[in-house]
Nanobody, 120 residues
Framework: QVQLVESGGGLVQPGGSLRLSCAAS????????MGWYRQAPGKQRELVAS???????NYADSVKGRFTISRDNAKNTRYLQMNNLKPEDAAVYYC??????????????WGQGTQVTVSS
């Protein structure tokens, strides 16, 4: 089992940027696919971005061109760079480790979540 710890959330004004980090225990994380989910109050949980073992990335349409998922295997850490944030990006963001099934990402392990608030 992988243990995941997110950091980097906070309050930012519309148009601002944040970088979320996800530190993991367990060497398998360095090769496992991973994804970032978010959930806002009253809304369904949404897969925002994912990255395959080979480094191929996928994004929700709502964040394409604004968010970037990346990884640093040496540090066993993943990142979500979020630029040009909008009020509708406000949510709790979760780091996950998982697998791909028929080109669809499925999370197995979850972090505790980090709050992102976008407000002026």
């Amino acid at each position: 089992q992988v243990q995941l710890v997110e950091s980097g959330g906070g309050l930012v004004q519309p148009g601002g940027s944040l970088r979320l980090s996800c530190a993991a225990s367990g060497s398998i994380f360095s090769i496992a696919p991973m994804g970032w989910y978010r959930q806002a109050p009253g809304k369904q949980r949404e897969l925002v971005a994912s990255i395959t073992t080979g480094g191929r990335t996928n994004y929700a349409d709502s964040v394409k061109g604004r968010f970037t998922i990346s990884r640093d295997n040496a540090k066993n850490t993943r990142y979500l760079q979020m630029n040009n944030l909008k009020p509708e990006d406000a949510a709790v963001y979760y780091c996950t480790a998982g697998i791909y099934i028929s080109n669809t990402y499925a999370a197995n392990d979850w972090g505790q979540g980090t709050q992102v608030t976008v407000s002026s």
